[in-house]
C-alpha cells in the first residue's frame, strides 16, 4: 500500500504563486510515475502534469505549461508542484496520485491506483 499526503494549498491573488506538496509512504519504490489532478468546482478531474521519478521526465496540461513546474525529491519521497502565475481558474481541488507504470508520458487520471485526500487552491482575482 501506499499513502500520500498533499499540503501547501491556500488562497492566494492571482498573479501569485504557491507550492503544493506530496508527500508518499509506504510500499513507495516502485512509484515510478506520479502527478497531480485537479477538480474545480462543478466540473471533471483533470490532468495538470506527471513526472517519471525514474528518469525524472516532465509532462504537462497545455493549461499550465510555463506556470507550473513539477519535480520529486526522492531521498524524501515527495514530489512537489510550483504554480506560478496563477489564475482564478486555477481554482480547484489539487490531487496527488501514484501508480507503478513506465508509461507515464501516456496516462491518464483512471490509471493512477493511489490518490491522496487533497488541498484546496483558491485564486481570487
Known amino acids: 500500500q501506499v499513502q500520500l499526503m498533499e499540503s501547501g494549498g491556500g488562497s492566494v491573488q492571482a498573479g501569485g504563486s504557491l507550492r503544493l506538496s506530496c508527500v508518499a509512504s509506504?510500499?513507495?519504490?516502485?512509484?515510478?510515475?506520479m502527478g497531480w489532478f485537479r477538480q474545480p468546482p462543478g466540473k471533471e478531474r483533470e490532468g495538470v502534469a506527471r513526472i517519471y521519478v525514474g528518469g525524472g521526465s516532465t509532462y504537462y496540461a497545455d493549461s499550465v505549461k510555463g506556470r507550473f513546474t513539477i519535480s520529486q525529491d526522492s531521498s524524501e519521497n515527495t514530489v512537489y508542484l510550483q504554480m506560478n502565475s496563477l489564475k482564478p481558474e486555477d481554482t480547484a481541488m489539487y490531487y496527488c496520485a501514484a501508480v507503478d507504470s513506465a508509461y507515464c508520458y501516456i496516462l491518464q487520471g483512471t490509471d493512477f491506483v493511489y490518490w491522496g485526500q487533497g488541498t484546496q487552491v483558491t485564486v481570487s482575482s
Open positions: 509506504g510500499y513507495t519504490a516502485s512509484m515510478n510515475c
